[in-house]
């Protein structure tokens, strides 16, 4: 099966998304084809300086072309969220398969793209890159199997300070009509780790602040705007499996660059991840031998798919955009009938649930349970 | 200024105080000098133990006869929980400067303990003996003189495995009539640290759970008792000062041996710290020059006192037993009339108001205020 | 420019210089576009699978017709060592710029390659990939600015334990024909990176060990074959700038995945690097404020070029594939006119007489000097 | 048996020795009790103050008066390196068991302290205490024990800073007549700890150099003097056993505290140590589940004996005079006549003898045996 791909929005995940595709098919062996077609922008100039730069044949100025395009299979959103819905159920009525970064949207606005892509048949995909690191993969094996026993306890965090400094201009991740702020942008990926890792949330207790409480127009002299989305975001959680944790979403976190980390912990055990070294995973066994316990600093090599079709030898290590790479290999799958590792829309809108729950928690001073 | 010293409790606090006492004035220049005079068991075989081993010259198996002992100044308490506000009160009565092992005591009982001390003009001490790190002075003037900047968000913990295993069984430690479950025993500590570090808390939001919920009796062929105090307490807080922080307590997670850590961060910089590395601070300075900027990993040394007065060189460290001897110093020092780093029990007083408010607002449901 | 690509060998390496040639226009700039064109393989149904999984139009059983393919311009020789000579000089002779793997060849064949590509006005490569790290880059720059004051000592390993079972058959690594053990073919690397970051080594003391003195042959009922190659290469090294180091190999290490590890010590700080975590350069510097000093841990981010052409925030780090789109890069910008970043067959035939060096100085039992 | 006890010394180390000998009865228990007598430095006043400070009912400005004291039974010399033969050989002729630091001695010297002790048939110890740590205990047990299989190969280094900086003035350590400069100093820790582990080295190839060629004189106007003793000392090495390895001393490394590291690796596993985080040890096994493999880091708790003796709880951590502690232990159960942990003055003439061997290898450019 050979299929035509089109991206929307060629910045930074843009890129990422173009080599993934481009990438994927010399990485796996996979029963889907895929060609780079055609980039969109919004306005012609810059779609054709993307093309070029990235390498795609044809370039339009105007979305609605590209979906328009009967060439085009497989449709990339890599656009600020408040675009996302209206270009999802635009392809989706196409009937593309549609790949769309996080933050998805909100709830409201993801119920309704999880629908139409269901009723249509089409594949979609949420960019929930970092559960695609072999390690994570690893993790979740570690806890279904039972090696770490039964898992009592979680604390997760993703924590930048790409925000930190007070003089950065007002921008779209701070519109209060996006899905939310720090919980939504990068706490959005905690919680699809959680989810990966230990199953459904059902109910949540937030505490949300925001910090910073405006910031520069930019190119305004002196003028500021509010920022009316949370710089912190905190929530306890319950798990449907029955244990408790803890969530934590920051932007203005000094030094932090990718502190996308959680630890589980078990009965008999316990593992620990940090971004930052995400070729490491870190396995405390109780049943290792007394007075030699202690965690294990597992490093990301062949015997951790996929990671061999990457390097045949451990040491070397995956990037960010290899990560990116397996995401396309899980999307074409879904694409191709084995859905196993497709993070879908229905994923997408599960944890922006699960966001909006932590807000309502937070400004009704309650548990908030998710149905 | 010569004073005589008693110790209740010979058991591993015991030991470590009577190491304190024992060194403090090899180890500094004070106004104090301490000697070692008796020590007191439950019964007097054990106490006798006691004496040969530890170096008293006098022993007895009834406590009372210690405090009523005119040649002794200072008694420290380093028995179980439940026994703390009976003995401080009866060592207040007569004249003592106590130093009591935390958790002091409900607050109730330290509410009586503090007014108690307070009104016999007694000099009081409460064994929260992390915050004597010198690394932890360093981050408390890198807070205070705004080397980071103003400080937005906390971020710690005290964590054990010491409980994780379901067949050790029930003991002190786990008796309702106590202080109370992880937050009190160990949370302690780390409220202990924030209140050091950033001042009082004023509002809590807890969640506390009971995840081992009976333990075998020991000796008893196959019976258990009910567990009633929690395994693991977190809480989102409020400092006075206007940030926001969470804190969690935990002594069931599977290969932490002492995670007793922290991270502060402000506008301009940020501080980690993790007890199992205790002569290290990592620092984040956003002013280091761009491209360079990075944790510094700070080392103990000479530069950060008290380190010199225990060696002369970096790299030596400092050990648990040196951190207690700190504390020692502390006390003999607000005996003398500087009570700058006491640690008194209206310290420990305020922070078991803090445990106990978390343990409230986790049953109510709600966050609680601390008058 | 538009060059046509070739390459030879098609296993491991063949795989990350085709990714790096696929992607290197898409991620970088640059006045040469490459189009993939012809892989070859040691026979035709071997090459016919590799240009399919990794996307070749065309293949061949004889790499003899690749290099005579007038459509392309530049070949890729990604074959055991013992085939670098004559498939480089062929290339040569044919007048396509060539990129080899390491370790080149032995130093008289290395010699012979130089200079055969140094008269044909081709340009060459080699791939010692880790130098083309963005850290790396830092960590020449700390040397050169003079931030760390006058270089006074390095110590560099290239540490695996590929090879530390005894049971791992024979293979061409360890066929003394080729240009070494352990130091030719994996301390190649580190060699490379400390003339990188400190200029020409001139004088070395070796010492070179073989531990495991045979292997089992792959597939002969236990037949033996004796090796002849060393498992661990030391050596102490004088650097032409005045400084000393010691360097080693070692293909036995247990655990050790990637220890492509280095310090440098100078007059007023330090820098240390570790290849398991190669986003992450440590760097202490004595000026830092007395009480605030200690490694800085800088972790890779865009202010680090060129890692901001993969990704435009910090913490999401590269991969080893990146490092060799890297390597591409710089190769065609040779190929353009611009060879301030080659690492040439010269450079390659340099570090290779350094190896060569450090086996006779371990025969001979004294210092070799380079000339 | 109490035994009488009178310290040479009172600087740093001989401020850890008081500790020591105060401290070792209560927290172990021995068949020898101690007590503290006498302390002697070079003039009555210092000895006075010292008495004073560390605790010792007498004094006196003659060290030959400390040695003629009949209640004296052991001795500590805690002076210049060029002082211990001459207070050594006078205490064991007066019949003292004496323990001295390191650097023991010039060979010479420590041959004829050797020769004197044991002819006197006193007890002797010299100052290696970093072997005194229960990881370092654990190291030597799993090498023991086989379970890192077959060692193949060593990395040992002492690395400091503590004169990296060219203004320190010269003083007694510079001093040609002593034992040498960075590996006599310094070095000869990780010979002691090499030999601990592995057994003796027989044989060095060494490389010895000092860099700061000259040091301002104390006091002295712009006068500078000669450094006759390196900064920098490195040795391949062989052991007995059959395995090789490197050694390294450094004291000019910028931001190295206390680099006092090991790496250890065998046929089944390998080791790694490093003293700045001394109460960890990691451990690689490779008959751990495959996927599973990593360095263990153990971490030191009551299962490494004697850390229960200090505190029954993992995670509080030993310092560096608890070290010390424990090297008193081993002295005193020398002296009751357990010698199994006497780091003996035959020892140190083993460490002393490598050291020069060393350096006459260094000064020769070949291999020397040691016999």
Chains 1, 2, 3, 4 share one sequence.
């Not at 933050?103 to 995909?125: F, I, N, R």
């Not at 600093?297 to 960010?320: N, R, S, T, V």
Request: proline share 4%.
């Amino acid at each position: 099966m050979r299929l035509g791909y089109g991206l929307i929005g060629a910045g930074f995940m843009g890129k990422t998304h173009t080599l993934g595709f481009l990438n994927v098919n010399r990485v796996f062996r996979l029963p889907v084809e895929v060609e780079l077609r055609k980039v969109a922008e919004y306005d012609a100039a810059v779609a054709e300086r993307a093309a070029k730069s990235l390498g795609y044949p044809e370039f339009t100025g105007d979305w609605r072309t590209l979906i328009g395009d009967p060439a085009i299979h497989i449709v990339s959103i890599a656009t600020p969220g408040t675009t996302h819905c209206e270009m999802s159920l635009a392809a989706i009525a196409a009937g593309k398969h549609v790949y769309c970064e996080k933050p998805l949207a909100t709830a409201a606005e993801a119920e309704k793209m999880t629908a139409a892509g269901e009723a249509a048949g089409v594949k979609t995909m949420v960019g929930f890159n970092y559960i695609k690191n072999p390690m994570m993969r690893v993790a979740r094996e570690i806890i279904d199997s039972g090696e770490i026993g039964e898992v009592r306890t979680f604390r997760g965090m993703h924590i930048e300070d790409n925000l930190m400094d007070a003089d950065i201009p007002w921008h779209w991740r701070l519109d209060k009509a996006g899905a939310g702020g720090a919980m939504a942008d990068i706490g959005s990926h905690i919680l699809a780790t959680a989810r990966y890792l230990l199953g459904p949330i059902v109910e949540v207790l937030g505490d949300v602040t925001t910090v910073i409480p405006s910031r520069p127009v930019a190119g305004g002299a002196c003028q500021t705007r509010a920022v009316e989305v949370e710089d912190i975001a905190r929530a306890f959680v319950r798990f449907e499996r029955g244990c408790s944790g803890v969530i934590e979403a920051n932007w203005i976190a000094a030094g932090r660059k990718m502190q996308h980390d959680f630890e589980v912990s078990g009965s008999k055990g316990g593992i620990f991840f940090s971004q930052e070294r995400f070729s490491e995973l870190d396995l405390y066994l109780n049943d290792d031998r007394p007075g030699r316990r202690g965690f294990h600093k597992i490093f990301a090599g062949p015997e951790h798919p996929p990671y061999g079709d990457f390097c045949i030898a451990p040491g070397h290590q995956l990037g960010f955009n290899d990560l990116k790479t397996i995401e396309v290999r899980d999307f074409l799958r879904a694409i191709a009938g084995d859905t196993s590792d497709q993070t879908s829309f229905r994923e997408g809108w599960e944890v922006q649930k699960t966001v909006e729950a932590i807000y309502r928690s937070s400004r009704e001073h309650r548990w908030v349970k998710l149905q």
